[in-house]
T-cell receptor, first 108, second 113 residues
Framework: EDQVTQSPEALRLQEGESSSLNCSYT??????LFWYRQDPGKGPEFLFT???AGEEKEKERLKATLTKKESFLHITAPKPEDSATYLCAVQAGTALIFGKGTTLSVSS | NAGVMQNPRHLVRRRGQEARLRCSPMKGHSHVYWYRQLPEEGLKFMVY????????ESGMPKERFSAEFPKEGPSILRIQQVVRGDSAAYFC???????????FGQGTRLTVV
């Protein structure tokens, strides 16, 4: 069964304290792994797509990496505005299968 | 270029009433997906549509739920005879092709009282 597990469920950081979020997946034939950011009361905002092991993508303080079993979202020197829930999803057929997300809180 | 537009943003229905949720995809996008997000749960796929066609409805409950994406106008997710368990946030997403990233709307939050 296709499955996505994200850890930790919640993460509290001080401003400037770098860390990583984990997304483990099992899927028959990975067609794409997606990272989204979701703010309270809003829809998911697209961040990255990764297609093959070894691929990396960066955007501002965020960097996403992919292996054959998991993906990491590295956050470098986070700011309070990075506080949000980060969602990981894999494409299985026509649908995206989402993890439950990691809620990140960054305090100044 | 406007993003994915969903309306209404909030919808309150009494048990037994019908709920209609609308979604206008991004310009140039012909693929529409509906997802449901229950409290403390992840986003769950419901249905995938292209213009005038339902491509995959494997995540849609067999009864009371239906979806359409007509040639003209927005995609509609319809829930008949709503029950309390239907209370959730319903998100629509669109993409230009089948295999590319999907962009989400702000969602419709349905509350059944």
């Amino acid at each position: 069964e296709d499955q996505v597990t994200q850890s930790p469920e919640a993460l509290r950081l001080q401003e400037g304290e770098s860390s990583s979020l984990n997304c483990s997946y099992t899927v028959s034939g990975l067609r794409g792994l997606f990272w989204y950011r979701q703010d309270p009361g809003k829809g998911p905002e697209f961040l990255f797509t990764l297609y093959s092991a070894g691929e990396e993508k960066e955007k501002e303080r965020l960097k996403a990496t992919l292996t054959k079993k998991e993906s990491f979202l590295h956050i470098t020197a986070p700011k309070p505005e990075d506080s949000a829930t980060y969602l990981c999803a894999v494409q299985a057929g026509t649908a995206l299968i989402f993890g439950k997300g990691t809620t990140l809180s960054v305090s100044s | 270029n406007a993003g994915v537009m969903q309306n209404p943003r909030h919808l309150v229905r009494r048990r037994g009433q019908e709920a209609r949720l609308r979604c206008s995809p991004m310009k140039g996008h012909s693929h529409v997906y509906w997802y449901r997000q229950l409290p403390e749960e992840g986003l769950k796929f419901m249905v995938y549509l292209q213009k005038e066609n339902i491509i995959d409805e494997s995540g849609m409950p067999k009864e009371r739920f239906s979806a359409e994406f007509p040639k003209e106008g927005p995609s509609i997710l319809r829930i008949q005879q709503v029950v309390r368990g239907d209370s959730a946030a319903y998100f629509c997403a669109s993409s230009p092709t089948k295999a590319t990233e999907a962009f989400f709307g702000q969602g419709t939050r349905l509350t059944v009282v």
